[in-house]
Nanobody, 123 residues
Framework: QVQLTESGGGLVQAGGSLRLSCVRSTGRTPDSVATGWFRQAPGKERESVAAINWSGYVTYYADSVKGRFTISKDNDKNTVYLQMDRLEPEDTAVYYC???????????????WGQGTQVTVYS
């Protein structure tokens, strides 16, 4: 069982930055090889934001966040980060991290999910 805890969300003005953290309860396990960030805005479907593999050398981003968001990790701290710069009102959503065996932006392979952290961007 892998438990994930997100933090770092909040209220920020457009153009500002936030850094989200996802702390994993375990070290490397078959189901913690990959970590993805997803988001869901009110009335919208959940969408992928970014993903990273265990080593950190493989990363994926949604087109809407490329150049503005950066996913990274510190395996010594069992933590994956999502640095979000130049935030836009359209980035407003609940952000979730997820852990699974395959590095992908697709949601189904992820087995464990955090509770989410709210990000609100105002103009």
């Amino acid at each position: 069982q892998v438990q994930l805890t997100e933090s770092g969300g909040g209220l920020v003005q457009a153009g500002g930055s936030l850094r989200l953290s996802c702390v994993r309860s375990t070290g490397r396990t078959p189901d913690s090889v990959a970590t993805g960030w997803f988001r869901q805005a009110p009335g919208k479907e959940r969408e992928s934001v970014a993903a990273i593999n265990w080593s950190g050398y493989v990363t994926y981003y949604a087109d809407s966040v490329k150049g503005r968001f950066t996913i990274s990790k510190d395996n010594d701290k069992n933590t994956v980060y999502l640095q979000m710069d130049r935030l836009e009102p359209e980035d407003t959503a609940v952000y979730y991290c997820a852990s699974g065996p395959v590095t992908t932006r697709s949601a189904p392979p992820y087995k464990y999910w955090g509770q989410g952290t709210q990000v609100t961007v105002y103009s």
